[in-house]
């Protein structure tokens, strides 16, 4: 009996003895449920059961910090988009607006009053003498030939010239400025029709570019696709110029800053399947104009121009060849009209485009290609920048040939 009792006594005394180590252990009190007794990080916490369950007691945030409002967190949250936008705003091309076709020609005056003033100074005063004798006469001649006008309409102005002093007999200033105004617009001939040709019904206008290198031909696509789009054309670019490095790319970017597609492949390529993978492009996406760079021919070289008469064949297998416009460096004077004549006879030509012409270049130039070739000048470039170029009209360019500085 007494074993038993001292076994019973052992055993409480070992259970005892756990519970009082246990108490020890842990401070001598229980922790609530949901706190801890370390520092615990926000994500650490159990989700609450409850809007009543109790918050953890040491969590690592700052707790002075207000909350946000729906203002601030709104914010937030769209920042990360408006960036992303601001980086595709810059990345996308930046499309030009062209400035209008009308008045183009008024508004670059000035440069054909700077560089054909002498010409038509010239002329006044001769005309303007108190007595004008055959010294006189050889004078006016000689100034006009010095102009590139060209021995034929040389001659014929001054012969309608003679005519109207000796029958006016006027030397006032005003009336001689006129009368030589009126007989230069007709040399000039306003009647010529001078527009192009980028209407076809139910099919793309197209329109063949050429010339020699170094005259601004690419140049030249590139602003006329300017004036295209000014007049709300929808216009596709060939460029069919593969032998001259970089060209294609010249011409891509012109395009590319008022919005333009350009076709083209790799230098070297047939321009022939260039142009007429143009032409292909243009008809399946309808556009209005498809406008072909060629590459650039000398007109003594036989071969090169039977290669542009190539291109020329080939756009025909799909479509008609609507305008063919030649490009011509107006500072050329006589080895200008050699090149236009020889041109004409492979491509049939049908607008003349002078380039240069606010340069040396001198106004009779206008008169004597036109008188050759029985084509219009259609489109003169007056300066370097992306809008100089500008549809010649007769009576603005006579009058910038007579305007006094």
Known sequence: MDFDVLTLFIVLAVVLAGTIGLFLLTGGRRLPEGTFPETRDADDLPEPDGPDAPAGTAVAEDTDAAPLTTAEATAETVAEPELSEEVAEEAAPTIETPEPVAGRLARLRARLVKSNNVFGRSLLALLSSDQIDEDVWDEIEETLLMADLGT?????????????????????????????????????????????????????????????????????????????????????????????????????????????????????????????????????????????????????????????????????????????????????????????????????VSGIVLTKLDGTARGGIVVAIQRQLGVPVKLVGLGEGPDDLAPFDAETFVDALLEER
């Open 152 to 348: 034929e309409p040389t001659m014929e102005l001054v012969d309608r010239l003679r005519e109207r002093v000796k029958v006016e007999g006027s030397r006032d200033p005003d009336r001689v400025r006129a009368l030589l105004r009126e007989e230069l617009t007709t040399l000039v001939d306003p009647s010529l029709d001078r527009s192009l040709n980028v209407r076809a019904a139910g099919r793309p206008a197209v329109v063949l570019v050429v010339g020699v290198n170094g005259v601004g031909k690419t140049t030249t696509v590139g602003k006329l696709a300017r004036v295209l789009v000014a007049e709300d054309k929808d216009v596709l670019l060939g460029a069919a110029d593969t032998f001259r490095a970089a060209a294609a790319e010249q011409l891509t970017t012109w395009g590319s800053r008022v919005g333009v597609p350009t076709v083209s492949r790799d230098e070297g390529t047939d321009p022939a399947s260039v142009a007429y993978d143009a032409v292909a492009a243009g008809i399946e996406g309808e556009v209005d104009v498809v406008m072909v760079d060629t590459a650039g021919r000398l007109q003594n070289k036989a071969n090169l121009m039977d290669e542009l008469g190539k291109v020329k064949r080939v756009i025909e297998k799909q479509s008609q060849v609507d305008e063919v416009l030649l490009v011509l460096d107006a500072t050329t004077g006589q080895n200008g009209l050699n090149q236009a004549k020889v041109f004409s006879e492979v491509v049939d």
